[in-house]
């Protein structure tokens, strides 16, 4: 059964880089058909996209956060990671890590299944 | 705000229907891109309820349905139950944004 799994610290303080790992268990991140992703939760507040990866290291990025944000994968551990510089509060936030895919056309993928999530917290 | 459009609430009584409306544009839904619907429950990680507008992934209860029609799309529950007390986001993807797009969230209480 495939099972995703975030770690990263809790707490980090603002204008530091933030560095969160998903390891994945039950298939390997090299399947062909699915990305791996990113997505946040404010506090209270709805999902938002952050970006994805194929394992050939193509990776894309909601335009609105492309640039402070990077994911990479490291297929030796089956993981991939997501990297967020200058960290403000307004980063706060769970951060997800899921797969995606399932149609033949990127546009039209689906996130399943998602890991549990961790909190993360922007604060001096 | 976001440019999938859910209302923030709907409530019902246990064996009632409801629906939940997702309302797009010629840039997401509009353009023929499929719409997935997630449940996330209390404090959990959100779960694929609806896959490609109208299909559910194996262990999904048939009392939960989707549509898609136009620029919207929407998401049923029939034989509302207690355990469907949740939160509930409709997804597609947006290429004047060129991204995957997420409504805003819609809580339904069962009454």
């Known amino acids: 059964q495939l099972q995703l799994q975030e770690s990263g610290p809790g707490l980090v303080k603002p204008s530091e880089t933030l560095s969160l790992t998903c390891t994945v268990s039950?298939?390997?991140?090299?399947?062909?058909?699915?990305?791996w992703g990113w997505i946040r939760q404010p506090p209270g507040k709805g999902l938002e996209w952050i970006g994805s990866?194929?394992?050939?290291?193509?990776?894309f990025y909601n335009p609105s956060l492309r640039s402070r944000f990077t994911i990479a994968v490291d297929m030796s551990k089956n993981q991939f990671s997501l990297k967020l510089s200058s960290v403000t509060a307004a980063d706060t936030a769970v951060y997800y890590c899921?797969?995606?895919?399932?149609?033949?056309?990127?546009?039209?993928?689906?996130?399943?299944?998602w890991g549990q999530g961790t909190l993360v917290t922007v604060s001096s | 705000q976001s440019v999938l459009t859910q209302p923030p609430s709907v409530s019902g009584v246990p064996g009632q229907r409801v629906t939940i409306s997702c309302t797009g544009s010629?840039?997401?839904?509009?353009?023929?891109?499929?719409v997935q619907w997630y449940q996330q429950l209390p404090g959990t990680a959100p779960k694929l309820l609806i896959y490609?507008?109208?299909n559910r992934p194996s262990g999904v209860p048939d009392r939960f349905s989707g549509s898609k029609s136009g620029t919207s799309a929407s998401l049923a529950i029939t034989g509302l139950q207690a355990e469907d007390e949740a939160d509930y986001y409709c997804?597609?993807?947006?290429?004047?944004?060129?991204?995957?797009?997420f409504g805003i969230g819609t809580k339904v209480t069962v009454l």
């Open positions: 039950g298939d390997s991140i090299s399947s062909s058909s699915y990305y």
């Open positions: 010629s840039s997401n839904i509009g353009v023929g891109y499929d």
């Open positions: 490609g507008n109208n």
């Open positions: 899921a797969r995606h895919g399932g149609a033949a056309a990127e546009f039209d993928h689906w996130f399943d299944p």
């Open positions: 997804q597609s993807y947006d290429n004047s944004l060129s991204g995957y797009v």
């Open positions: 990866m194929y394992y050939s290291g193509y990776t």
